[in-house]
C-alpha cells in the first residue's frame, strides 16, 4: 500500500520561505510523475507543481518563478521549496502521483500572514 507523508508547513511571514516535503512508501516512486497539490478553505484542490522520474517540472502559473518543486528518487521524497509567499498561497498542501490516485495523506498546513 502507498502511503505519502507531507511535511514542512508552518506559519510564515509574506515574502518569507518554507520548505515542504513528501515521502513516500512503495517501490512505484522513481517511475511516477509527481506532484504538489493544495487547497485553501472553500476552494477545489489545485495543482501546483509537477515533476516527472526524470526530473521534468511544470508549475501553475500563480507560482511560476517563486515555487521550485525537486525531487530525490533514491530518499522516495520530493519537496516544494516556497519563496516570496503571498497570503494567497495559504492552504493545506499535499503530494500524489499523478494521474491521481487515492494516496492523499493528512498533508501540511501553510500560513502566510500579511
Known amino acids: 500500500q502507498v502511503q505519502l507523508v507531507e511535511s514542512g508547513g508552518g506559519l510564515v511571514q509574506a515574502g518569507g520561505s518554507l520548505r515542504l516535503s513528501c515521502v513516500a512508501s512503495?517501490?512505484?516512486?522513481?517511475?511516477?510523475?509527481m506532484g504538489w497539490f493544495r487547497q485553501a478553505p472553500g476552494k477545489q484542490r489545485e495543482l501546483v507543481a509537477g515533476i516527472t522520474s526524470g526530473g521534468r517540472t511544470n508549475y501553475a502559473d500563480s507560482v511560476k518563478g517563486r515555487f521550485t518543486i525537486s525531487r530525490d528518487n533514491a530518499k522516495n521524497t520530493i519537496y516544494l521549496q516556497m519563496n516570496s509567499l503571498k497570503p494567497e498561497d495559504t492552504a493545506v498542501y499535499y503530494c500524489?502521483?499523478?494521474?491521481?490516485?487515492?494516496?492523499w495523506g493528512q498533508g501540511t498546513q501553510v500560513t502566510v500572514s500579511s
Open positions: 512503495g517501490s512505484i516512486f522513481s517511475i511516477n510523475y
Open positions: 500524489n502521483v499523478i494521474p491521481i490516485k487515492d494516496y
